[in-house]
């Protein structure tokens, strides 16, 4: 019998978790805005309560919430109204997670207004680095996944055999939520059968639409970061616990691996369930029984 409890977790959707890093990323118009007004102007070890200043502490607070790997995102994200104010290098993040290559999962970045600049990145985080995805943050640019300038992402990821993961539902930051809508994703799906598409977020407050391509499209898929478990939409608990078993990973985008991971344990999820969530979908869909 399965012992979700003592499995080890794997946190699809992370950020660089430094103390400098995370200034950074908190720093940015965008995020400032959040932390401000949605987050009640909490202090940053409250929102990221696993801040580390460097990989080996970071690795050790991973050992004792119970957690294999951690995909660390190089994140790129717009402003709506002015120039990019956030984004990490690939070369930036490989520096913080270097130390410790049989954990922490470098995530590479996308920036669909500079795209051959961000291709080259995106192969050479994987072919040089390591790295095992690419994540794209566009609501900032008001760009949708089904808009062209995301097409030669999709492709690369294709030819690469890599999962590309990007934020649907709506947006906290203050940027247009519109692009975010889980529906863009049919089409990409469709014209991109062999690309393994990772909704991150929940799709909330669009949960079943989401869920209705994450059924569809056998290369779809949903992970339940940016939402502390408990208040998790029903449909999509309900989905995990059903027929969507084995289309959803857990992530925890930076609010504590502890309590994501001790919150999600008490949902009320058949126990293999919980495992495929927290471990087994996201071998399987990063390549990392290979």
């Known amino acids: 019998m399965e012992d979700a409890a003592r499995t080890l977790a794997i946190d699809v959707m992370n950020y660089p978790f430094t103390r400098v890093a995370q200034e950074k990323f908190w720093g940015s118009t965008e995020m400032a805005y959040m932390r401000r007004t949605v987050l009640?102007?909490?202090?940053?070890?409250?929102?990221?309560?696993?801040?580390?200043e460097n990989a080996d502490e970071y690795v050790a607070k991973m050992d004792a919430a119970g957690f294999e790997y951690a995909m660390v995102s190089s994140v790129?994200?717009?402003?709506?109204?002015?120039?990019a104010t956030l984004a990490y290098s690939a070369e930036e993040v490989h520096e913080i997670i270097r130390r410790h290559p049989k954990r922490l999962i470098g995530i590479a970045g996308y920036d669909p207004l500079n795209?051959?600049?961000?291709?080259?990145?995106i192969e050479r985080?994987?072919?040089?680095?390591?790295?095992?995805?690419?994540?794209?943050?566009?609501?900032g640019w008001g760009i949708a996944a089904n808009d062209r300038r995301m097409y030669p992402c999709y492709l690369k990821c294709v030819e690469l055999d890599i999962p590309f993961s990007m934020q649907i539902g709506h947006s906290l930051e203050k940027m247009p939520s519109e692009g975010g809508r889980p529906i863009y994703i049919d089409e990409v799906a469709l014209d991109f059968p062999d690309?393994?598409?990772?909704a991150?977020?929940?799709?909330?407050?669009?949960?079943?639409?989401?869920?209705?391509?994450?059924?569809?499209?056998?290369?779809?898929?949903?992970?339940?970061?940016?939402?502390?478990?408990?208040?998790?939409?029903?449909?999509?608990v309900e989905f995990m616990n059903t027929r969507g078993r084995d289309k959803v990973l857990f992530g925890t985008n930076g609010f504590g691996m502890a309590r994501c991971k001790e919150g999600f344990l008490?949902?009320?999820?058949?126990?293999?369930?919980?495992?495929?969530?927290?471990?087994?979908?996201?071998?399987?869909?990063f390549r990392l029984e290979k």
């Open 125 to 139: 985080a994987v072919n040089e680095y390591g790295f095992k995805g690419v994540y794209a943050h566009t609501l």
């Open 266 to 285: 008490k949902l009320p999820l058949k126990e293999k369930a919980q495992v495929k969530v927290l471990r087994e979908n996201a071998l399987k869909v």
């Open 115 to 121: 795209i051959r600049e961000s291709i080259r990145e």
């Open 76 to 83: 790129k994200m717009g402003a709506y109204r002015g120039p």
């Open 40 to 52: 009640g102007g909490k202090p940053l070890p409250e929102i990221f309560p696993d801040i580390s």
């Open 195 to 198: 690309l393994r598409f990772i």
């Open 200 to 236: 991150s977020h929940t799709g909330w407050p669009w949960c079943e639409e989401l869920i209705a391509m994450a059924w569809k499209h056998e290369n779809v898929y949903v992970d339940i970061s940016a939402h502390m478990p408990q208040y998790l939409d029903r449909a999509l």
